[in-house]
């Protein structure tokens, strides 16, 4: 069983940057598909960006394309989010999540196709 902690998250000011990490253990890291998303009080559970086990492969929510950055370090069992021109609609709590099934990399900003997820670290944008 994998188990995912993330950190990184804090208050920043519109236009400031943040980078989250989620940090894995168990061995099967590197060979699972991994992915974030965010949760806004009194909203549903929102896709963010998703990274294939090699890295080659991303994909992103429109809103976070050209600011949000998804990267993973296979040797740290590491996942980070670079998130950089935040916006108060950024505000949530954010979560990363891993599976090991196949699909289209689109397919993967479906909550339910993953197997595990960390508790989440608050992200507070102020305008």
């Known amino acids: 069983q994998v188990q995912l902690v993330e950190s990184g998250g804090g208050l920043v000011q519109a236009g400031g940057s943040l980078r989250l990490s989620c940090a894995a253990s168990g061995r099967t890291f590197s060979t699972n598909v991994m992915g974030w998303f965010r949760q806004a009080p009194g909203k549903e559970r929102d896709f963010v960006a998703v990274?294939?086990?090699?890295?080659?492969?991303?994909y992103y929510t429109d809103s976070v394309k050209g600011r949000f950055t998804i990267s993973r370090d296979n040797a740290k069992n590491t996942l980070y989010l670079q998130m950089n021109s935040l916006k108060p609609e950024d505000t949530a709590v954010y979560s990363c999540?891993?599976?090991?099934?196949?699909?289209?990399?689109?397919?993967?900003?479906?909550?339910?196709?993953?197997?595990?997820w960390g508790q989440g670290t608050q992200v507070t944008v102020s305008s």
């Open positions: 999540a891993g599976t090991s099934r196949s699909y289209s990399i689109s397919h993967y900003s479906e909550p339910n196709v993953y197997d595990y």
């Open positions: 990274i294939s086990w090699s890295g080659v492969s991303t």
